[in-house]
């Protein structure tokens, strides 16, 4: 005799619009071995998932761990993940947030969280394949939408009895003649695998959030030397290049003077987002005070960095900021420093960001809307 099926019983809490799920695994009293050592593996498995997951608090970095985890696990060909894009919004989006699917471009992927989708796909809370709820959800919008991406299965994220995103696992590979149908116990893993994720999601949502300034959506200054200070040691580990840029909006005070506090908010919206838009996906860009910004490269020599320093100066000379019937010429000045082990071997993240700030009042000095590279003679 082998495990035997697995019931689910379904109570309803009388404070709360939906059926809470109690999965009963029952087991014969002859389980073969190899079976136990798969549930203790699997369980192995499982906190090795929840170490790799609570490890990181970088959203990006958190959520490609997810995909790997899941597409490893599972053996799909691609997921996606529909999560809140910030604290002030009431809707679950895909974005960014996929690999392996292909989405259809003329579609929104997004889920209110007070749609009908969400309210009855809540109402479950477990894996569930989408021709499963044919009978039970209304094909609304929502429903089409997530359709389209082909799921083999979606798995609501469920943290404090809420549904906090969906994870959608795309085609499902078959090994051997073994068939690509998820078994009880399958889903049952993958759920323990989304609650992890929900959590961990959740936590580095709140990082995000407290780490995020609410106006240009860069990062915050303190943030930006913890996350610096990291990645100057991985530097030194791994003998990479890693280059830092300082930015500094020239005259910013006569947007204020001339035209008002919103203006000026306007411009350094502008240009945050100017800057965020030239630079790669590993780099990192922070509001640093004020006007200025700052931003870190890993990978990047001093040649890199000039060319992309030189490429955001240039976007934003270029680029016609319009405010209210008026439009405005908008520069701005740039110090550059690297990080090198046999001229510059900077091991503090603040002294390694004072360089590209004394560069940065050289531009200053010499006119403006330039960069200048911290070599010796800025050191000195």
Do not use: W
Not at 219 to 245: G, M, P, Q, W
Not at 305 to 323: C, G, T, V, W
């Amino acid at each position: 005799m082998g495990r035997k099926a697995k019931h689910v019983n379904f109570s309803r809490k009388a404070s709360h619009h939906y059926i809470r799920l109690q999965p009963v695994v029952s087991v014969d009293e002859e389980m073969t071995i190899p079976m136990y050592e798969k549930q203790v593996y699997d369980l192995q498995q499982l906190l090795e998932i929840s170490r790799s997951l609570c490890s990181t608090l970088e959203l990006d970095k958190l959520i490609e761990s997810i995909f790997y985890i899941v597409m490893a696990q599972m053996r799909v060909n691609g997921v996606g993940l529909f999560i809140k894009p910030g604290i002030e919004t009431e809707k679950l989006t895909l974005d960014t947030n996929f690999t392996g699917l292909e989405p259809d471009s003329s579609i929104k992927y997004e889920i209110a969280m007070d749609s009908e989708f969400y309210e009855q796909t809540s109402f479950f809370r477990i894996p569930f394949e989408l021709k499963e709820m044919n009978s039970t959800v209304k094909k609304t919008e929502e429903f089409k939408m997530m359709s389209s991406l082909n799921p083999s299965i979606v798995v609501p994220l469920v943290l404090k009895n809420r549904v906090n995103g969906y994870l959608v696992l795309g085609e499902r590979l078959a090994i051997g003649d073994e068939d690509a149908a998820y078994s009880d116990y399958e889903k049952e893993e993958l759920f323990n695998i989304a609650s992890l994720a929900s959590v961990a999601v959740n936590n580095a949502s709140l990082v995000e959030q407290s780490s995020t300034d609410m106006m240009t959506r860069l990062k915050l200054k303190y943030y930006f030397f913890n996350i610096l200070t990291d990645k100057i040691d991985a530097a030194y580990l791994r003998n990479e290049h890693l280059s830092v840029l300082m930015f500094d909006i020239d005259f910013f005070k006569k947007f204020n003077d001339n035209y008002g506090h919103a203006c000026g908010d306007y411009v350094l919206q502008e240009v945050a987002r100017i800057i965020s838009e030239n630079i790669g996906p590993t780099d990192m860009a922070a509001r640093y005070g004020g006007e200025e910004f700052t931003v870190m490269l890993p990978g990047s020599k001093k040649e890199e960095a000039l060319e992309i320093a030189e490429r955001i100066r240039s976007k934003i000379e270029e680029n016609d900021f319009f405010y209210e019937n008026q439009h405005m010429k908008v520069t701005i000045s740039c110090g550059v420093s690297e990080l090198s082990m046999t001229y510059n071997p900077v091991t503090s993240a603040k002294a390694f960001v004072d360089q590209a700030d004394k560069a940065l009042y050289v531009s200053k000095r010499n006119g403006r809307n330039r960069v200048t590279f911290a070599d010796e003679s800025v050191f000195n």
